[in-house]
């Protein structure tokens, strides 16, 4: 089992809780077209989800149901790091300093197995992630990162995502 976490306006409790995923690759040669899909595993229904159109060796995760058994508590704090010369120029010194943002996900385990969790991150435009986690799907280009992290039963973890964006000043 795959778990997303991507808080969802229409979904009030996505806030506080992932959602159950089928992730898989379009290993056709066409398209898949939008529509619904069923999921079983072992021969038992768990859910319906809804597929957007997949190209073929495209990538889909498909949320059909909200897993109650992990929590997620996020939390940013903001900080700036480092100071390097960047130019002098007609007698004024310009330097550049990290803005750090780091976006802390706390993820509970109440089940238990052991749990897969992907987070989906929203980037910070013009930023860059130092040094994700292992395994992280970085998407510049839709502005989100998947960030996996497993969760022991009945465990805790914190999972980090790190992002900087570089920020120049004048001083004296």
């Known amino acids: 089992a795959v778990f997303l976490y991507e808080p969802d306006g229409g979904v009030p409790d996505s806030s506080s809780h992932p959602f159950r995923v089928v992730r898989f690759t379009n290993e ?3 398209l898949l077209e939008r529509g619904p ?3 079983f595993e072992k021969g038992a229904f768990l859910g ?9 060796r495209g990538t889909a ?5 909200l897993e109650r058994g992990l929590a997620v508590e996020r939390e940013s704090k903001y900080d700036q ?11 004024k010194l310009t330097i550049e300093r990290d803005s750090v943002t780091r976006t802390i996900y706390r993820i509970k385990n109440g089940t238990e ?6 987070v989906r991150h ?12 292992p395994g992280t799907e970085d998407n510049v280009g839709t502005g989100l990162a998947l960030v996996p992290v497993e969760v022991k039963p009945h465990g805790k973890t914190e999972l980090t995502v790190d992002e900087r964006l570089a920020v120049q000043q004048y001083v004296d």
């Open 113 to 118: 197995q052991k749990s897969k969790v992907v």
């Open 37 to 39: 899909i069923a999921v």
């Open 122 to 133: 929203p980037r910070l435009a013009g930023a860059r992630l130092y040094g994700p986690p």
């Open 81 to 91: 790091l480092g100071a390097r010369l960047f130019k002098i120029e007609a007698g």
């Open 28 to 30: 056709t040669k066409g």
């Open 61 to 65: 995760t498909v949320p059909f149901s």
């Open 48 to 56: 319906q989800g809804l597929l957007e159109p997949l190209p073929p």
